[in-house]
Structures are given as structure tokens and as C-alpha cells.
């Protein structure tokens, strides 16, 4: 797989519209009712944003996120209608989720690897050296459709798990190489 890294200022107004989506809903779920810390789940939601931003940069990828990030997307998909606007507004269409990719057969089993080593190629390639909740991890894996991909990843401060917080994404993505 080729990868060629657009330059930044040609994501700015992708970045522009993915720093308006709230995630404080999912993000109050994540850590009060499904029990994880505060740490695991701030990595987890800016792992969906860079998965997001994968989305949008290749758009007929076949993506496969971590547990943590597919989670993140689960609980975005179970607000049907804020996904379907969030959506809209990020990408112009919908973003489907195909679950059953290495299910279906020993061919289609080897398809969700290569998909694997191609999702962390390209998150290696835009993050540098990430946390491991957000790379794909062979058991730790799952299945996205052709048609997502997406990843969101700036090194300003991002607001998005508590009202008034603010974090980085240094502590994410150290070596990112996107400036």
C-alpha cells in the first residue's frame, strides 16, 4: 500500500468540522457506566478522531480499528441521529460499519489482517508512535466497512471529554510528524 501524507494545510477544514463533534455524551458513558478511567478513555476517543481523519483521507479503505476506538464508534453509531449529523457534516454521507469482516472464511480472514497492518501502516505513518489502546492488535481488533476510514489528528489542544477540560494530543502521538 501507498501512502502519501496530504499536507496539513490541506486538512485544516476537515480538522475545522471534526473539532465542532461532541463526544462528552459517549465520553461520560465510557468512564460512569462502562467503568474506565478517565486516561483510557480520553486515548480511546482521540484514537476515533484519528480513526475519523483515516476515514475521510481514504475514503475506500477497508479500516480496522482497536477494541477502545471501535467502541467509541459503537457508542457514536447508538446516537443514530447525532451520528447521522456528525456524519454529514464530516464526510457528506453516511459511514457505515461492516462487523463481519473475518468471519466469513479463511480468504476473508486474511483480508481483516491485511486490513490490520494497512490501518496501523497509515496510523503510524500520520501519528508516529501511538498508544497501543489505538493501533490495531490481532484479537484486540475490529471491522470496519470499505467505505470508512477516518482519523483526526492536530497537535493544538482539543477540547472534547468534560466541559471546560482541555488536553493535548502530545501525550497521544509524541512523534507525529504532521505540523
Known sequence: ???????????????????????????????????????????????????????????????????????????????????TEDCETLFGYYVHHFPYLGERGQVDQQELQQSFADTKQLLVKFLGTVSEDVLPQGENARNCPPQSSGCCLRKDTVKLVRPGSSLTLEALMPNSSIS
Open 1 to 83: 500500500m501507498s501512502i502519501e501524507k496530504p499536507r496539513f494545510e490541506t486538512l485544516r477544514p476537515f480538522l475545522s468540522k471534526l473539532d465542532k463533534i461532541d463526544l462528552g455524551a459517549i465520553s461520560h458513558v465510557l468512564e460512569h457506566k462502562k467503568g474506565w478511567s478517565y486516561q483510557k478513555t480520553v486515548r480511546a476517543i482521540l484514537g476515533y478522531l484519528a480513526f475519523l481523519l483515516l476515514v475521510y483521507l481514504y475514503p475506500d479503505q477497508k479500516l480496522v480499528p482497536s477494541v477502545e476506538v471501535d467502541t467509541v464508534w459503537h457508542h457514536h453509531i447508538l446516537d443514530t441521529l447525532k451520528y
